[in-house]
């Protein structure tokens, strides 16, 4: 059966990594992050910083894994190797039922929200508009892989100069930072602090969500053993940077106690530092960003389903490369219209709520893969090996595991009926391995 080609080179990756991530959530979630520590703007920066570190600390750990097994499926591959079948399934399962599909659905319903403010739109007309432009980039995907790279690097390109042109205008004419610097750390440091320093850390990560996508387009990469590692590390430096850089500007402009309060706090910042009608800046940077990481999400998750399909764990279908052009079609395909039906319905925003945290526990176990192909297959070519190991990927791996421990203890019911999600794949699993059947590559 026809393979994958491989077309993806250090800049796409790069730009894959960090286009991935940059979506709608560093337009809204500042506000409510700063809620969550008490309003300190210092431990709101420290939630940022640490984010982007424990990001950096995956990246470097899956840059070994990238380079070692640069095979389609990323994740979903290190899982099964390391943990067997059931929970790389399981991982698979929850990633099309909710995490990739429901964040494309997710990103295409603030792409119709954020255009209604440009252009008016009614309720059927903004739900067309979602629908169209999941529409769009699976007919990109399904056509090529090295379009959708390409459009992915022009839009990502768009969306960064965007958002640091709103920088800019919020730190040049932004006047509160005497309140930012008066409110820096709180009065007593409690149990409840750190409690509420790790939800907030949850926030944080769905704002950083994204870079760990990039390892299910290894199949698909140039010299894989040499960019993979260069691109996480690249993209999530520059992640790190432009977070911390976008927060300071909106603390800048509005002062920590008004940008608490806000929930679109990139809108409220401009208004407050320009012209209210300033704000379609906002709304043009917003739609560059959500189209750019959906497109993301549709040229990296479904190699995850073709994966899975060929090892008979999915519809056998989706196993197959298109003849002409050499993309995994069928697959890509399935995911656009799930992710379509679930923007259209409006389900995706509980789901994706409940499994966010259950993300963590494969990410985590997918970083915990590295220490058992060193003890099992010390032979293996590693033409990059993750430096400060072992404690680098040890330190991720505690560090996931302490984020569903805070999130099964502080919101028990949401873990609950997440966990539940993932656990609803066990009977499919049963299902699909009588009825289906590895397909050789």
């Given amino acids: 059966m026809a393979n994958l080609q491989r077309t993806l080179g250090l800049r796409d990756l790069t730009i894959l990594v960090y286009g991935s991530v940059v979506g709608s959530g560093i337009f809204l979630v500042p506000g409510g992050i700063l809620r969550q520590v008490g309003g300190s703007t210092g ?15 995956g990246a470097l750990t899956y840059g070994e894994l ?4 640069p095979e389609a499926g990323g994740l979903y591959i290190y899982i099964r190797d390391c943990f067997g079948r059931l929970p790389a399934f399981l991982y698979g399962w ?6 990739a599909n429901g964040a494309v659905a997710t990103l295409a319903v603030a792409f119709s929200t954020y255009l209604g403010t440009v252009i008016p739109l009614g309720y059927w007309s903004g739900k067309a508009v979602a629908v169209g432009m999941i529409a769009v980039i699976t007919i990109v995907n399904v056509r090529s892989t090295r379009a959708s790279s390409d459009l992915m690097n022009w839009t990502t390109l768009g969306k960064t100069v965007l958002l640091l042109a709103i920088a ?31 939800l907030a850390m949850i926030s944080v990560l769905w704002a950083y969500e994204g870079w760990q996508f990039a390892t299910y387009s290894a199949g698909e990469a140039k010299d894989p053993q040499r960019n993979f590692p260069r691109a996480f590390l690249i993209g999530v430096l520059c992640l790190i940077g432009v977070y911390v850089l976008v927060n300071l500007a909106y603390l800048k402009a509005l002062g920590p106690q008004a940008a ?23 709304s043009l940077a917003i739609l560059f960003a959500v189209f750019s990481a959906a497109n993301s999400v549709q040229l990296t998750a479904p190699r995850v389903f073709f994966a899975m399909a060929r090892d008979g764990l999915f519809f056998r279908r989706l196993a197959e490369v298109h003849p002409r052009f050499h993309t995994p079609a069928a697959a890509v395909t399935t995911g656009g219209i799930w992710a379509a039906v679930l923007a259209f319905t409006g389900t995706f925003e509980q789901l994706l709520s409940y499994v966010v945290f259950a993300g963590w526990i494969f990410y985590g176990l ?14 293996l070519e590693r033409p990059y090996r993750v430096p400060g190991y072992p404690w680098t990927p040890l330190v991720f791996v505690i560090a996931a595991a302490a984020l569903v421990a805070n999130t099964m203890y502080s919101a028990p019911k ?3 009926v997440g966990l539940g999600i993932v656990l609803l794949g066990l009977p499919a699993y049963l299902f699909l391995r009588k009825t289906s059947h590895p397909i050789a590559s």
């Fill in 43 to 57: 431990l709101a920066m420290l939630v940022w910083v640490a984010g982007g570190v424990l990001s950096l600390l």
């Fill in 414 to 416: 949401t873990a609950a």
């Fill in 366 to 379: 997918a970083a915990a893969s590295i220490f058992v192909y060193r003890r099992r297959q010390p032979e």
């Fill in 260 to 282: 608490a309060g806000s929930n679109t706090i990139a809108a409220s910042a401009i208004a407050a530092v320009m012209n209210p009608r300033a704000s379609t800046l906002v």
């Fill in 66 to 69: 990238s380079a070692m097994k």
């Fill in 168 to 198: 800019a205008v919020l730190l040049w004419r932004g006047n509160h930072f005497g309140q930012v610097t008066a409110s820096l750390w709180p009065e007593h440091v409690t149990g409840e602090t750190f409690s509420n320093f790790g």
């Fill in 94 to 99: 929850t990633l099309f039922l909710v995490i």
